[in-house]
T-cell receptor, first 111, second 112 residues
Framework: NAGVTQTPKFQVLKTGQSMTLQCAQDMNHEYMSWYRQDPGMGLRLIHYSVGAGITDQGEVPNGYNVSRSTTEDFPLRLLSAAPSQTSVYFC??????????FGSGTQLSVL | GQQLNQSPQSMFIQEGEDVSMNCTSSSIFNTWLWYKQDPGEGPVLLIA?????ELTSNGRLTAQFGITRKDSFLNISASIPSDVGIYFCAGQAGGGADGLTFGKGTHLIIQP
């Protein structure tokens, strides 16, 4: 009963490095999304996908890329990490409605 | 974009006390949701509300969809230590999950 699985749990990067945050779900959900959580800011939508091959920007997409080649996976790429991207990142999925299932998060620090 | 005002930002209470928190918006929402985030984990859905005036319970938790459709309330009765965490409201005006707007959260701390 895995649900939404995110890896890694923790990551430290140097400014300018690139990396990919992984997200996989085993609920056959069409909708997947990425949020970032910052103190006092709540959850802000970065990118989302309504199905394989379809992605769109959320509220704060700059500096991040996504792709959706399969229903199960929705990786988030940081092309050139910046200190402003230090945050906790959550992947979420749903069957198309408003009820999101969240992963346990990736805590990212950019030095 | 739409914004939600969630209050209070944090609460320090004694075990056994009742808790109330709320979210307000300048816009009308068709759906209100309440999530709880435990330390080190992702948010988990507690209650979903779909109709103005609706009152829904989940154990010791009760949430209401405001009549004006611009607010929602969450009450926790007889708090216990495992209630500690961050509670988020979320509103949806329409469309899919990408249309969700989250509040900034209420941090609940229970003092022994």
């Amino acid at each position: 009963n895995a649900g939404v699985t995110q890896t890694p749990k923790f990551q430290v990067l140097k400014t300018g490095q690139s990396m990919t945050l992984q997200c996989a779900q085993d609920m056959n959900h069409e909708y997947m999304s990425w949020y970032r959580q910052d103190p006092g800011m709540g959850l802000r939508l970065i990118h989302y996908s309504v199905g394989a091959g379809i992605t769109d920007q959320g509220e704060v997409p700059n500096g991040y890329n996504v792709s959706r080649s399969t229903t199960e996976d929705f990786p988030l790429r940081l092309l050139s990490a910046a200190p402003s991207q230090t945050s906790v990142y959550f992947c979420a999925s749903s069957s198309g409605g408003e009820k999101l299932f969240f992963g346990s998060g990736t805590q990212l620090s950019v030095l | 974009g739409q914004q939600l005002n969630q209050s209070p930002q944090s609460m320090f209470i004694q075990e056994g006390e009742d808790v109330s928190m709320n979210c307000t918006s300048s816009s009308i929402f068709n759906t209100w949701l309440w999530y709880k985030q435990d330390p080190g984990e992702g948010p988990v859905l507690l209650i979903a509300l779909y109709k103005a005036g609706e009152l829904t319970s989940n154990g010791r938790l009760t949430a209401q969809f405001g009549i004006t459709r611009k607010d929602s309330f969450l009450n926790i009765s007889a708090s216990i230590p495992s209630d500690v965490g961050i509670y988020f409201c979320a509103g949806q005006a329409g469309g899919g999950a990408d249309g969700l707007t989250f509040g900034k959260g209420t941090h609940l701390i229970i003092q022994p």
